[in-house]
C-alpha cells in the first residue's frame, strides 16, 4: 500500500513558477513509478509528466513540455513538478500518482494522492 500526498498547489499570477511535491508513505516507494495529472473545471483529468522509478525516464504532454520538470527524490518517498512560465489554462486540481512503469494512461497507476489546487490568474 503507497499513500500519497500532494502539495504545493497555490494562486499565483501568470507567468509565474510552482513545485509541487507528492510525498509518499509506504514500502517501496522507490519501485513505482509516478505520474502528474491534471483536472481543469469541466474537464477530464488529463496527463501531465511521468517518471520511472530511477529517475531516468521521463515523459511529457505536448502542452507542458518545456516548462515543467518533474523529478524525484527516492531517499525523501518525493516526487516533484516544477512548473515555470504557468499559465490561466494550467489551472487545475493536481494529482499524482504511484504504479508500476511510467504510462500517460490513467489506469497504469494504482494509488493516487487527493490532489492540490492550482489557480493561475491572468
Known amino acids: 500500500q503507497v499513500l500519497l500526498v500532494e502539495s504545493g498547489g497555490g494562486l499565483v499570477q501568470a507567468g509565474a513558477s510552482l513545485r509541487l511535491s507528492c510525498e509518499a508513505s509506504?514500502?517501496?516507494?522507490?519501485?513505482?513509478?509516478v505520474g502528474w495529472f491534471r483536472q481543469g473545471p469541466g474537464k477530464e483529468r488529463e496527463f501531465v509528466a511521468t517518471?520511472?522509478?530511477?529517475?531516468?525516464?521521463?515523459y511529457y504532454s505536448h502542452s507542458v513540455k518545456g516548462r515543467f520538470t518533474i523529478s524525484r527524490d527516492n531517499a525523501k518517498n518525493t516526487v516533484y513538478l516544477q512548473m515555470n512560465s504557468l499559465q490561466p489554462e494550467d489551472t487545475a486540481v493536481y494529482y499524482c500518482?504511484?504504479?508500476?512503469?511510467?504510462?500517460?494512461?490513467?489506469?497504469?497507476?494504482?494509488?493516487w494522492g487527493q490532489g492540490t489546487q492550482v489557480t493561475v490568474s491572468s
Open positions: 509506504g514500502r517501496s516507494f522507490y519501485n513505482y513509478a
Open positions: 500518482a504511484a504504479g508500476s512503469r511510467p504510462t500517460e494512461m490513467t489506469n497504469g497507476y494504482n494509488y
Open positions: 517518471i520511472n522509478w530511477g529517475g531516468g525516464i521521463t
